[in-house]
């Protein structure tokens, strides 16, 4: 997970997932033909998953890719040189992940992205965001590390004490991160976490306020949406360091 950098506006100083929003270039045709299983997806579907790979390589160098001749998953020795000839100037926007492509002769291993979870902000926020998040198994022998930038530090925690370890390291969380760390700590491997994906209905949540007779406020979710947690006060809709 990364700890956002305290000078950006959306989750200042959070721990997050690494993710971002869909670029132009994700949806482009040469985007399509680099990603493997884009001819299943609809552009929406395809700038989601495309972003996905684009964001995590951004911010923290793990690049989930083929070798185009082979289809082979790359090494990670080829997987470093990748990052360090191109994530700088793909941070600059001076350069595409189709180009990153061509260039390395590769392909992006779009298809091993399972889709986990659907958020999307309430209607009352005035910036609101529509949020996928994908599972994916840590290619072989690849390090994360954050990107300095929007990311400013980095860390592995265990999804079943996540809240205790932030709190422990000073973090401070979203509590619809909290809450897809809770789900993913119901299994005991990411194979496991990838077939419980697989076999759920995937809700999309769009929490709500609701106020109790004694004047509480609580956010509200869907019940069918795989959480045991349905509602929580408005005042902790964030877990504090």
């Excluded at 999307?120 to 994916?136: E, G």
């Excluded at 370890?165 to 119901?186: K, Q, Y």
Aim: glycine letters at 6%; charged letters at 25%.
């Amino acid at each position: 997970m990364l700890a956002r950098n305290k000078a950006v506006k959306f989750a200042s100083g959070a721990l997050v997932f690494p993710g971002g929003a869909v670029d132009p270039a994700d949806t482009t045709d040469a985007a399509r033909a680099c990603h493997v299983g884009a001819e299943s997806w609809d552009d929406a579907e395809l700038g989601m998953r495309a972003s996905a790979i684009r964001e995590v390589f951004e911010e923290t160098g793990i690049l989930m890719a083929y070798d185009a001749a082979s289809g082979n998953p790359i090494d990670a020795a080829r997987a470093e040189a990748i990052a360090s000839r191109h994530r700088e100037p793909l941070l600059a926007e001076s350069i595409t992940m189709a180009e990153i492509a061509e260039a390395e002769a590769s392909t992006f291993a779009t298809d091993a992205l399972t889709f986990y979870a659907h958020w999307i902000t309430p209607k009352a926020r005035p910036v609101r965001f529509d949020t996928k998040f994908y599972l994916a198994h840590m290619p072989a022998g690849q390090d994360g590390v954050h990107d300095g930038s929007e990311a400013v530090d980095s860390e592995w925690i265990h999804a079943g004490n996540a809240e205790a370890e932030m709190i422990d390291r000073g973090f401070s969380a979203m509590f619809p991160t909290m809450l897809n760390l809770e789900m993913l700590a119901e299994s005991a491997s990411v194979d496991e976490a990838v077939k419980a994906a697989e076999k759920r209905e995937i809700v999309v949540v769009i929490p709500a306020v609701k106020v109790h007779d004694s004047g509480e406020k609580m956010v509200v979710i869907p019940e069918n949406a795989g959480y045991t947690t349905t509602s929580y006060p408005f005042e902790k809709k964030w877990i504090k360091s």
